[in-house]
């Protein structure tokens, strides 16, 4: 019996490898070298693209059952390709039309200005979309995207955006659980918050807003996005901590970054009404930032807070005062390296 199972694991495995050697379908490997003239970077690494099974070239992924591509690696590693395209260029998007299973398209720094020909909507299962670091893109790209009504998570890091920007253009993409701006020069989120248009972006639970130009009018922003998990506000010009209550009404909240942010000498205190009340709050960064020395003890109502990074904030007072963090019974990490010193505690863990 054992001797039979054998012989059929070698047949399996006979039948999936010739699979995969015929598995590219042509009219994608046809679709891929329509591709090959924009993205030369391709045949750096890898099988170049050209003979053979196309699955199996660089920065290609199939689906094993049905040999369809499934995921497109295109991203840059180099600027000096683009001497002669510094100012941009726009892809046509209808490129990508025979891939009608592709869920993963990463076409991040590739000077990309914008798309022609924008049909979207035939890419039905497309999830992933990356696009960071196409500095040329700026505001407008959001007007391309409203067609990828099947995405889950969105990349724009560094894509030139700034000023004030509507994400309420990105109300179509009802299935969007991540949203990343992270590396742009964005003041606001535009007339979304001023009751102009109504926010459906239902399903968002991750929003990296960090190293952008957001003031403390963001926290009350944040609200139409109740539903987040996950908030990164690192490196912004929050001036104050006086509006940090406005998260409370982001009850699901399970991680919350705000370092290098905050310049000030008072945090809201416990029992206090701008008392931070995040019940599912899990881990808490607060690097780089000014603060008093009860910041321990006016996190107290933070029950469920597991990890509480302090690392390199500056400290107003001689002595940092711990006797709060017996509130924070689930707490297991802490970390004070940095600008705080260690030996200048008031209580005992």
Not at 92 to 103: A, D, G, R, T, V
Not at 142 to 169: A, H, M, P, R
Request: proline share 2%; with cysteine.
């Amino acid at each position: 019996m054992e001797y039979w199972k054998l012989v059929w694991v070698f047949v399996l495995a006979f039948l999936f490898g010739g699979y995969q050697s015929e598995g590219c379908w042509e009219i994608e490997k046809a679709a891929l070298l329509q591709l090959k003239p924009f993205f030369p970077l391709i045949n750096d690494e890898g099988i170049s693209w050209g003979k053979g099974n196309c699955c199996r070239w660089n920065g290609v992924e199939c689906s094993t059952s049905t040999g369809r591509v499934t995921r497109l690696f295109l991203e840059y590693s180099s600027v000096q390709v683009y001497n002669n395209i510094s100012q941009g260029w726009y892809l046509n998007i209808s490129l990508f039309l025979p891939f009608h299973e592709l869920k993963s398209l990463d076409l991040g720094k590739n000077y990309i200005a914008g798309f022609i020909d924008n049909q979207g909507s035939f890419m039905n299962k497309l999830e992933i979309l990356d696009l960071s670091h196409n500095t040329l893109l700026g505001n407008n790209i959001l007007f391309y995207l409203v067609e990828f009504t099947s995405l889950k998570t969105l990349l724009l890091n560094t894509c030139g955006l700034q000023g004030s920007i509507d994400i309420s253009e990105l109300n179509s993409l009802k299935n969007l659980k991540e949203l990343h701006l992270s590396g742009n020069q964005i003041e606001s989120l535009g007339s979304l918050f001023q009751s102009k248009r109504e926010l459906r972006l239902a399903k968002l639970e991750v929003l990296d807003l960090s190293f952008n130009y957001f003031n403390n009018s963001i926290f009350s922003s944040l609200a139409a996005l109740p539903h987040l998990k996950s908030l990164n506000l690192e490196s912004n010009l929050l001036i104050q901590s006086t509006y940090i209550q406005d998260l409370n009404v982001l009850s699901n909240l399970e991680k919350l970054t705000i370092s290098y942010d905050i310049m000030d000498d008072t945090v809201p205190s416990q029992g206090n009404e701008r008392e931070l009340k995040l019940m599912n709050l899990e881990e808490l960064n607060l690097w780089g930032n000014v603060f008093n020395s009860s910041i321990l003890s006016s996190l107290g109502s933070l029950s469920s807070l597991k990890s509480l990074f302090l690392s390199h904030t500056y400290v107003m007072e001689e002595s940092i005062d711990v006797r709060g963090l017996p509130a924070l019974k689930n707490l297991e990490k802490l970390h004070l390296t940095g600008y705080i010193e260690k030996d200048t505690f008031l209580g005992k863990l």
